[in-house]
């Protein structure tokens, strides 16, 4: 069983940052398809980011390019999400999430923001912006 724990969230004001760090017992971060969702208030949880180590692949939703960045941190073991220039509309509970299978069995990279596609989740960390 993989059990998947997130951290790093917070308040901040608009345009600030905030890095999430999500933590999993065993090996699953190389092959494995690890990615960030978020759910917001009244709406459904939706795929920010995802990385599979292993080839390098990395993809993010059109709302957070330039400004979210998920990477392997390999002195904390963690992948972390890396968020600049935060607006209001970011505001939402970040979910880390994995596959399980590696590279995400017969799931198409092209889904990667599929909920199906991941098995295992996190309980979540909150993040708020204000204006």
């Known amino acids: 069983q993989v059990h998947l724990v997130e951290s790093g969230g917070g308040s901040v004001q608009a345009g600030g940052s905030l890095t999430l760090s999500c933590a999993a017992s065993?090996?699953?971060?190389?092959?494995?398809?690890m990615g960030w969702f978020r759910q917001a208030p009244g709406k459904e949880r939706e795929g920010v980011a995802i990385?599979?180590?292993?080839?390098?692949?990395?993809l993010y939703a059109d709302s957070v390019k330039g400004r979210f960045t998920i990477y392997f941190n390999n002195a904390k073991n963690t992948v972390d999400l890396e968020m600049n220039s935060l607006k209001p509309e970011d505001t939402a509970i970040y979910y880390c999430?994995?596959?399980?299978?590696?590279?995400?069995?017969?799931?198409?990279?092209?889904?990667?923001?599929?909920?199906?596609?991941?098995?295992?989740w996190g309980q979540g960390t909150q993040v708020t912006v204000s204006s």
């Open positions: 999430a994995a596959t399980f299978e590696p590279y995400g069995g017969t799931w198409s990279i092209y889904n990667w923001d599929a909920e199906r596609a991941y098995h295992y």
């Open positions: 990385i599979v180590s292993a080839t390098g692949t990395r």
């Open positions: 065993g090996d699953i971060y190389r092959r494995n398809w």
